[in-house]
């Protein structure tokens, strides 16, 4: 039985930035299991922070009774959304075909495929490539008044530097989308980012002029830092879902390091924390914010989400061994050296090692072998978080960790990984 309250609960959590009809979608909602989508287009491949606001809300749909659809754009991903930065440099058939699979096997870890709501996932490639372009002109382009598609914020945006017909017509395909789930499946409902309004608004308008039945929709808001930029980059680019493009310990690093003024914000949206939990953290954060809970709490909620329990307690344990001093030989491996890279691990040639100072310079922890060496006598140096004592100290292949690390340390927070070939 879905929850009548389940849009207040999406509202206290700070996830409608925009709807139709707020009365008329609320009472939908709480009037049995309505059937709704999600979009996401295998534009890269892996989907980042911003998708998993979606992510996090269908499943909040559908723990609330209500029937998901995920789709996964293997036709308007050869396309791509209009961008405010430029035209989109298009991706080869192979290459959105890979991604596709790829966006679809991860999407999948979010909602439930079991129970009388179970998740469907769908690629709108199976009901567009057939489509001719007569049809497609008569029966959708049709509905769409020119004078309405140039108003959208993005296409004004390039009208100037210039706007290709192939993104211009983006927002007929993805109401077609809408359109061709309601026929075939029932969904009358869809949510998207606040960026996507205008595509998500455009299929339920043609919803209603083609078949004249009522379809509802909504969109989260746009994460940004407490600065007003957008939030989810990094140094290295996007916070990528895919461990492979994003470890898990960086991923948790990245959420323990959030400003406590947007902590309370995030937990909201990313954890299915009770309202009790999350107001007891925010009252943490606010008396005792060097503690950092909320912050603590946040990443180990959201790095479960994504990449599983045991990668919590990995990179739990490898923060605690680098930065505390603790034993390095316990972390798994694959933790380690990620870790050490994301703090800008250097490589060396296989050989004789470098003694102590020149790894000290080499790591980038000391600017010169005389800086090394007073490191070293003010006991602020460590190999493998053991201090080092002798300034001639030459480490042996013994001393690799993982089988070909160095973790080298001065002070308490400064560390480097050397990475021996």
């Known amino acids: ?162 706007i290709s017909y192939t993104e211009f017509s983006y927002v007929l395909l993805q109401s077609m989308d809408f359109l061709s789930l309601f026929r075939e499946h029932g969904v009358v409902l869809q949510f998207g980012g606040s960026d996507q309004w205008g595509n998500i608004t455009g299929g339920a308008e043609l919803v209603r002029r083609v078949e004249g039945a009522h379809a509802y929709a909504f969109a989260t808001p746009l994460i940004t830092k407490s600065d007003g930029t957008k939030y989810g980059k990094t140094e290295g680019g996007a916070l990528w879902l895919d461990s492979e493009m994003m470890s898990p310990y960086a991923f948790h690093q990245f959420w323990l390091n959030v400003e406590d003024e947007k902590v309370g914000e995030l937990l909201r949206i990313f954890t299915f924390l009770s309202r009790e939990e999350i107001e007891e953290l925010e009252q943490q954060t606010a008396d005792k914010p060097f503690l950092r809970a909320g912050q603590k709490r946040l990443a180990d909620e959201v790095t479960a989400l994504v990449h599983g329990p045991e990668e919590v307690e990995h990179a739990k344990a490898a923060a605690a061994a680098l930065f505390g001093g603790g034993d390095l030989s316990g972390i798994k491996p694959d933790t380690l050296a990620s870790a050490l890279r994301e703090a800008g691990g250097t490589t060396l040639p296989a050989g004789e090692l470098p003694g102590i100072l020149d790894l000290l310079v080499v790591s980038g922890l000391s600017k010169s072998k005389g800086e090394a060496r007073r490191t070293v006598a003010e006991g602020g140096a460590y190999l493998n978080n053991v201090r080092v004592e002798d300034p001639d100290l030459q480490p042996t292949r013994s001393d690799l960790v993982a089988g070909s690390w160095l973790v080298l340390r001065r002070g308490k927070k400064k560390f480097a990984g050397v990475e021996v070939a």
């Open 1 to 162: 039985m879905s929850s009548p309250n389940v849009l207040d609960e999406l509202e206290w959590r700070g996830l409608v930035a925009h709807s139709t009809d707020r009365d008329a979608l609320r009472a939908a909602l709480g009037e049995g299991s309505v059937k709704f989508y999600v979009g996401f287009d295998p534009t890269a491949p892996s989907l980042h922070m911003g998708n998993l606001v979606q992510l996090a809300t269908a499943r909040r749909l559908q723990d609330a009774g209500h029937t998901p659809y995920i789709l996964v754009g293997g036709a308007t991903g050869m396309i791509g959304d209009p961008r405010d930065s430029g035209e989109r440099t298009l991706n080869t058939l192979d290459t959105v075909k890979e991604w596709t699979e790829r966006v679809r096997q991860q999407v999948s870890r979010f909602v439930s495929f079991e129970g009388h709501n179970a998740a469907t996932t769908v690629n709108n490639y199976d009901w567009t490539a057939s489509l001719s372009v007569i049809d497609f002109l008569r029966d959708i382009g049709k509905h769409f008044p020119v004078n309405r598609m140039l108003a959208r914020d993005t296409v004004k945006r390039r009208l100037e530097s210039g």
